[in-house]
């Protein structure tokens, strides 16, 4: 009694008030590597969460990363490699011999073995691989059979499979007295001797059921599936719908392959949340904070050429007003207003309709209605930040008919910007291009275009230039 | 056994293969709802999940929601309207009478009761909990005086609790008779007669233990805790990084109230990428894709506002330059691609800030080290767009000193995008505001006044205009 009344350990000793990992800690640890104090290190991290020690691990320099798995050997939780990102990750493996990572992964769940091995090239894999019992290299093969991002990839093939005809006193003695069990779980699946699903019963269905009760009586036959080659993204979306805890795996001829559960559907929720946010922001979504200066500059480089083209692109409407813009420089000072308040407006509408179609939000059954929405939006805000445009303008150049032009010329672009804000995403989306990754340099274009040519054009018929 | 080997009935029915509502259903609902024919309706919507319920209310008029679920009545799952739009089940919650919804609440957990009423006025919801039992009401209650967005407003009142003299026989025999348990649970706390926690135990545990074995000796102490009050962004975060299933949820004196687990968690994460991801494309995190034209306009004016003082800040700057835009209109036509390259690159860089920060990947102890990689790398592209740039524009123009004065204020641009894209973001989460709702405007001010200001500046001094 002593030992369970004593408190609860903390277990958040080693991050300051604000999540982050405290420093005496960081540098402890770094100590211990460099002086080569495979005990102290041992102290100081063998307790350690495999999420903790992932974040530990970043923070070290390169070296310092392997010498610490090494250091730790047996010790060293392989899990905590998931944690980190890919590229320090291949880092630590390629530096590693193929048997210290074969004995590590041969700890791991199946799921966790394929994010390890994932990022590696196929031949350091394939050595890998090699080393392992012909088993569990089997069932790690198989899953690197399906395609990246597949249901297949993420999921366990570690499950609890019973027949029909058995009774809840049967499972619970199967539970008891079977030692090759998953290490934890929170179903039963019931399957036909060609493994076909029949059902599946909660943990807490068999608790509360006394022990002759058939396992037929209290299953669900209601069982949610996934196909093992489906993709992460749909099967995210069907977790989230339906708050599932998880789902089961079948492979094209209906049987049961694998089990997903709600912990690796989190990570797909924030790999994909991430890769829409990047997209937006024109970066690409396998950039990573711990990537080198070469690798962040080249991989932003595609994105903003394209953007250069579509500023050129604007410039030839300035440029074909050249004699205009020359007689009154007024129209070049106002001009990148125009523009840039229409590319506000219409990245505002670009954002919420890729949301949208993201979430399944937006699509055929109310997209003219969210069309028409927009535009009238568009038309609103148009009409206000006309008047306040036109005025500013106004007096500023001295000119009150300056702000009716410009006040004309706001309203044409956001408008403009409100109809590309919504129509190019949704045109993408049809053409099964991803709507975050392209919208936004097209969107910009039409918002660039419209305001110099509403404004120029618009000036130039007024004033008779 | 013939029941049981029926094929699992397949849930998917509802939808289409893009995951969408299929027409006929939705039309045959209206129908049945416009005839008043509760008869058809039950049968057509009698089996649904909550979740396609709720896509399926979200399709209706706003007449025909309320319809529906009056002509349900006591079949109709109050869960459904948690799955809709926040504008759409407050309208139909007030077009409800209070015993309606009261009838309603009863039979949800008390966690989805939290979410179905938070959006409701106070006196509203008081009028509502008022119809409810004192129990039931006063757990509501005490909920509310939680803040917004903790961990108290989410989190299940309901668990099981034992006491840590009991044996895994006597928590398997409460299980099996108590009546008033939790609809599905997945664990089990064991606390002290003070409800100070003690432990908890997962469920295959219990089922993999003999009956005769204390409970203190298969529990597991180390119990991640949430205090109430915790807001639920770092709720989420601890989920995420330690892949928890549920945690127990604590009040100020360490008692026992609560637990969360993790497909509320799954809902959180949605719901604040969702937020951020606004945020950054300008928009309220509120906005929904129901709202009003008028709402809509109304929400992203501020920040059209914010960005119209900004883009005339930026024209001050063009219109310091009169006189020289007059004697050469080339740099009228030129600069806009300038401010919009470096605005580019500071996107791309202010987006990758925000992320990190968000996830605690970036903070005080590698803060410099990504200062320095984006300034670099902004270095780098801003030397490569300086090339591109300048040969483009000193061939269209004819003026090869064009090319090299547009290209020094291009690498002038992206360092100050990249420093203005990293430490802004920095700045505004060192003074705790949310960098992503604010750093756009200030960033785009940066790269077009140091755009304008490096290309005018240096063709001014080139060129001696």
Redesign the interface.
């Known amino acids: ?1 002593a ?4 408190p ?2 903390h ?1 958040e000793d080693w991050r300051d008030d ?4 405290k ?1 005496e800690l ?1 540098r402890a640890v770094s100590d211990a590597v460099e002086a080569g104090d495979a005990v102290r290190l041992k102290d100081l991290v063998g307790e350690a ?1 495999e ?1 903790d020690m992932g974040d530990l691990i970043a ?1 070290l320099s390169s070296d310092e990363r392997t010498r610490l798995v090494e250091l730790l050997g047996a010790d060293f939780d392989f899990n905590a490699l998931i944690e980190v990102d890919d590229a320090i990750r291949v880092e630590i493996l390629e530096d590693l011999s193929p048997e210290q990572v074969a004995e590590g992964v041969a700890d791991l769940d199946s799921d966790d073995a394929v994010a390890l091995l994932e990022d590696l090239t196929e031949e350091d894999r394939t050595e890998i691989l090699d080393k392992l019992t012909p088993i569990d290299r089997v069932a790690l093969k198989r899953a690197f059979d399906y395609p990246d991002d597949s249901a297949g990839r993420r999921m366990k093939d570690d499950f609890i499979a019973v027949p ?1 005809f058995w009774t809840v006193g049967q499972v ?1 003695d199967h ?2 007295e079977a030692d090759d ?1 998953p290490e ?3 179903e039963i699946f019931v399957v ?1 001797p060609g493994y076909h ?3 599946h019963i ?3 269905r ?5 022990r002759g009760v058939p396992v ?1 009586e209290v ?1 669900e ?5 996934v196909e093992a080659g489906e993709d992460q993204h ?1 099967v995210a ?1 069907m ?7 998880s789902a089961a795996v079948v492979d094209d001829a209906g049987r049961l392959v694998g089990v997903l559960t ?2 690796d ?3 797909v ?2 790999e994909e ?2 890769a ?3 997209a ?4 690409k979504a396998d ?1 990573e ?1 711990s ?4 690798t ?2 080249k991989g ?2 595609g ?3 394209i ?2 083209i579509t ?2 692109v ?2 030839t409407v ?2 074909s007003f ?1 004699v205009e ?2 007689k009154m ?1 007024a129209l ?6 125009v ?3 229409g590319g ?2 219409a ?2 509408t ?3 309709a ?3 179609l993201a ?8 997209a003219l209605r ?1 069309i028409i ?2 535009v ?2 568009g038309f ?2 148009g009409l ?2 006309a008047v ?2 036109g005025l ?1 303008a106004g007096f500023w150049f001295g000119i009150a008919d300056l702000g009716l032009v410009i006040g004309l010329a706001m309203i044409c672009n956001l408008v403009a910007g409100a109809m590309g804000g919504i129509l190019i995403p949704l045109a993408l989306d049809r053409l099964n291009a991803d709507p975050a990754v392209s919208s936004g340099p097209f969107v ?1 274009t039409v918002t ?1 275009v419209t305001g110099f040519l509403a404004f120029l054009g618009i000036a130039t018929w007024w004033f008779k230039i």
Chains 1, 2 share one sequence.
Request: net charge negative; no cysteine; glycine share 4%.
């Open positions: 009694m030992e369970t009344s004593a609860i350990p277990v604000e999540g982050e990992l420093t960081v969460h999420a923070q029909p619970i539970l008891r069990l934890d779980f929170t036909d699903l029949q059902g909660r943990l807490d068999i608790l509360r059921t006394k037929t299953m036959e209601d069982v949610r599936t749909d979306l977790f989230e719908r339906y708050n599932l805890l709600v912990d559907i989190v990570d929720i924030e949340a991430d829409e946010i990047k937006l922001g024109g970066v950039e904070i990537d080198s200066v070469w962040t500059a932003r480089f994105w903003l050429f953007n250069l500023a050129f604007a410039s300035l440029k050249e813009l020359e420089v070049a000072v106002l001009a990148p207003i523009a840039s308040q506000n407006a990245t505002q670009m954002t919420v890729v949301r949208a979430t399944h939000e937006l699509g055929p059954h109310n969210i929405r927009e009238m939006a609103i805000n206000a930040f306040i445009t500013i910009t660039d």
